[in-house]
Every structure is written in C-alpha cells, then in structure tokens.
C-alpha cells in the first residue's frame, strides 16, 4: 500500500498522487506539484505514477508527466519499470511509444 502521509499543503499524500495517474487526473497531479510534490515521488513499493498512468492505459498522462520531467527509468522494489508496467495496459503499443 502506497504511504498516505500528506505530502503536500493540500494534503495530498503519495497515495492520493498515485490514484490520480491512474485515473488521468492531471489537475490533481498539478496540484499536487503546486504544493510541493516532486513528479519523482515514488510509493511505499518505489513504484511511481508514470508507472500507474502506463499500466491503467493513461496516455495523456504519461506524456504529461514526462513532460513534467518524471523519470522513466525508476524502478520498483521488485526491479520492474514503467515499461513492464505497460505491458498490463489496453493500449500498450502507444504507451510503449512513450516510454521507450
């Protein structure tokens, strides 16, 4: 489970920032770095929301986010990477476009 302490003066914690890839929510994604939030945050497991924006089929999102300057070559703690996490989406060919 991802650590839910509040990272941000909006309360935002990791979790909450992790959800939001995943939904494509990128008005909370920015809100979360207008109150401080770094784009590289990672969860309790090193996974970051690049990864949960590729594996729920967020393209949009995975351009945004690296556009934000997210890392693509973060790994988890299990030694997986966005692009593994890809490969669970709908639409991993535009994905992988992405994140290749």
């Known amino acids: 489970m991802a650590n839910s ?12 920032f992790m959800l939001a890839a995943q939904r494509g929510d990128r008005d909370t994604l920015q809100q979360a770095l207008d109150a401080g939030m770094k784009v590289d945050t990672i ?3 090193g996974n970051s929301a690049l990864m949960y ?3 729920a089929g967020q393209a949009k999102t995975c351009q945004w986010l690296i556009d934000q300057g997210i890392d693509k070559a973060t790994v988890n703690n299990w030694g997986l990477g966005v692009r593994d996490w890809s490969k669970w989406s709908s639409n991993a060919d535009d994905i992988r476009k992405l994140v290749y």
């Open 43 to 45: 969860d309790a497991h």
């Open 53 to 55: 924006a590729a594996a």
């Open 5 to 16: 302490t509040p990272s941000g003066k909006n309360g935002l914690s990791v979790e909450d």
